[in-house]
Nanobody, 124 residues
C-alpha cells in the first residue's frame, strides 16, 4: 500500500522559513516525478512545485518562484520543499503527490497518490 506522509508544517511569521518533507512508502518513486500542491481555505488545490526523478529538472508556480525550492533524496524515497520569505498568502494545507507516469505535470488530476497534507500558516 502506497503512503505519502508530509511533515514540517506549522505557524511562522511573514518573512520566515519552513521545510516540508514527504516520505513515501509502499513503493519507490525514484523513477517518477513528485510534486507539491497546496489548498487554501475555500480555494481549489493548486500546483506549487514538481521535481523530475533525477532531481535535475524542476518547475515552480510563478507565485513561489525564487522563494521555494523543491529537492529529493531518492535513497530515502523523500521529497522536500524549502520555503523562504513566506507570505500570508502562502497559508494553506500543503500536499505531496506522486504519479505513475515519468512525465512531469503541474496538473492535479495527473497525480495518482496523495499525502494527507500538512498545514502551513503564515502570520502577518
Amino acid at each position: 500500500q502506497v503512503q505519502l506522509v508530509e511533515s514540517g508544517g506549522g505557524l511562522v511569521q511573514a518573512g520566515g522559513s519552513l521545510r516540508l518533507s514527504c516520505a513515501a512508502s509502499g513503493r519507490t518513486f525514484s523513477n517518477y516525478p513528485m510534486g507539491w500542491f497546496r489548498q487554501a481555505s475555500g480555494k481549489e488545490r493548486e500546483f506549487v512545485a514538481v521535481i523530475w526523478w533525477s532531481g535535475g529538472m524542476s518547475r515552480y508556480a510563478d507565485s513561489v518562484k525564487g522563494r521555494f525550492t523543491i529537492s529529493r533524496d531518492n535513497a530515502k524515497n523523500t521529497v522536500y520543499l524549502q520555503m523562504s520569505s513566506l507570505r500570508p498568502e502562502d497559508t494553506a494545507v500543503y500536499y505531496c503527490a506522486a504519479r505513475d507516469s515519468i512525465a512531469m505535470s503541474t496538473t492535479t488530476r495527473d497525480y495518482d497518490y496523495w499525502g494527507q497534507g500538512t498545514q502551513v500558516t503564515v502570520s502577518s
